[in-house]
C-alpha cells in the first residue's frame, strides 16, 4: 500500500556523512585508548546521539574527558562542511514523492545544526523540507523512543500506520516499529539482518525505493 506520508532518517540515508563521522570518532576514541575494528564501531554506535556514544566509549575503556561531546560536535561540523554527498538516488525518491503528492519529513538523531549543515550544502534541499526537520536531541527524546517518528507523523498529518519510515540503523528501525510506522531499511552495504531483526523491509539502492512504496 501506497503511503500517505514518508519520514526519512537523515544520515546515512539522506546523505553519506557516516563515514566522515565514524573516521573522525575512531581518531578521538584512538586518542584516548579505546581502538576499536571499524565493523564493530558501527554495530555499537550507529544510529545513536555522540552524548550517547560518550557514555557508551566510556563504558569500554575510553578516557574521553567531560566536555568531549561539544568539542567533538564542533570538529564533525566542520569536517561534514568540508563537503558531504547525498545517497545516490534520494533527489529522484523526493521528485517521486513530490509528483505523487507525497509529503515528507526528516527524523534524526543528530542535532539541528547538523542537519543544516549537511543538507544545506545541496541547493533547494532544505527547501524540499521546508519546516518539516525534526531532531530527537531537540525534542529530547532520541531513538530508539517512538516520540520523534510519532511527532513527525503528526506534523505531516497522518496516522502512524498510514506512514513510512527509511532507516538504516536497528535503532531507528525499533523506533519506527515502536511508533507503529512501517519502516523500510536502507542496506547498501551488508545482508542487512541487523535491520530485519527489527522488521525493516530491506532494499539495497534508492533506484529500488519507488517501487517499494508503490509510486
Request: proline share 8%.
Amino acid at each position: 500500500m501506497t503511503p500517505r506520508a514518508v519520514i526519512f532518517d537523515c544520515d546515512g540515508v539522506l546523505v553519506d556523512s557516516e563515514p566522515a563521522a565514524f573516521d573522525l570518532l575512531a581518531e578521538d576514541l584512538a586518542a584516548h585508548g579505546l581502538v576499536l575494528p571499524r565493523a564493530e564501531m558501527e554495530r555499537i554506535f550507529i544510529g545513536g546521539t555522540i552524548a550517547g556514544v560518550h557514555v557508551r566509549a566510556r563504558s569500554l575503556g575510553a578516557t574521553l574527558p567531560d566536555g568531549w561531546v561539544a568539542e567533538f560536535y564542533e570538529r564533525l561540523y566542520a569536517r561534514l562542511a568540508e563537503g558531504t554527498p547525498l545517497v545516490p538516488g534520494v533527489l529522484h525518491l523526493l521528485d517521486a514523492l513530490d509528483a505523487a503528492g507525497i509529503p515528507y519529513a526528516v527524523g534524526s538523531n543528530g542535532s539541528d545544526r547538523k542537519m543544516q549543515v549537511t543538507l544545506g550544502q545541496h541547493p533547494g534541499l532544505l527547501d524540499r523540507f521546508r519546516d518539516r526537520l525534526f531532531s530527537g536531541q531537540t525534542l529530547g527524546a532520541p531513538k530508539p523512543a517512538p516520540d520523534l517518528y510519532l511527532h513527525a507523523a503528526r506534523a505531516l498529518g497522518q496516522p502512524p500506520a498510514a506512514c513510512a519510515v527509511i532507516e538504516d540503523s536497528p535503532t531507528g528501525a525499533r523506533a519506527a516499529a515502536a511508533a507503529g510506522i512501517p519502516c523500510f531499511g536502507f542496506a547498501p552495504h551488508d545482508d542487512g539482518a541487523a535491520l530485519a531483526a527489527e522488521g525493516a523491509i530491506l532494499f539495497r539502492s534508492m533506484a529500488d525505493l519507488p517501487r517499494l512504496l508503490g509510486l
